[in-house]
């Protein structure tokens, strides 16, 4: 089993930045791919950002790709998403998942294992 916890979520302006933490406990969380997602009201789960165990492939959205960067710090066993020029349609709440499997495509969330409670993120005009 691991355990997901999500922090760092709040009220921001548009253009300004958060930084989002994923931290995992239980067994080896450090031996995982890690997504990021995000659900607005009415809207279905979207991938954000991924990472392989290893922290060397990263994978973005289209509507995040050059204002958001994932990364993760095994020693801590903590995920990272730092998120900049943040925008109105970035308000959702923030979920981090995990998958067991190596290899797995990131973007799908059925191939998460484990989720974590999600992070309320909200951009004001």
């Known amino acids: 089993q691991v355990q997901l916890v999500e922090s760092g979520g709040g009220l921001v302006q548009a253009g300004g930045s958060l930084r989002l933490s994923c931290a995992a406990s239980?067994?080896?969380?450090?031996?995982?791919?890690v997504g990021w997602f995000r659900q607005a009201p009415g809207k279905e789960r979207a991938f954000v950002a991924g990472?392989?165990?290893?922290?060397?492939?990263?994978a973005y959205s289209d509507s995040v790709k050059g204002r958001f960067t994932i990364s993760r710090d095994n020693a801590k066993n903590t995920v990272y998403l730092q998120m900049n020029s943040l925008k109105l349609e970035d308000t959702a709440v923030y979920y981090c998942a995990a998958s067991v499997f190596s290899g797995v495509v990131l973007f799908r969330p059925a191939n998460y294992d484990y989720w974590g409670q999600g992070t309320q993120v909200t951009v004001s005009s």
């Open positions: 990472i392989r165990r290893t922290g060397v492939s990263t």
């Open positions: 239980g067994r080896t969380p450090s031996m995982y791919d």
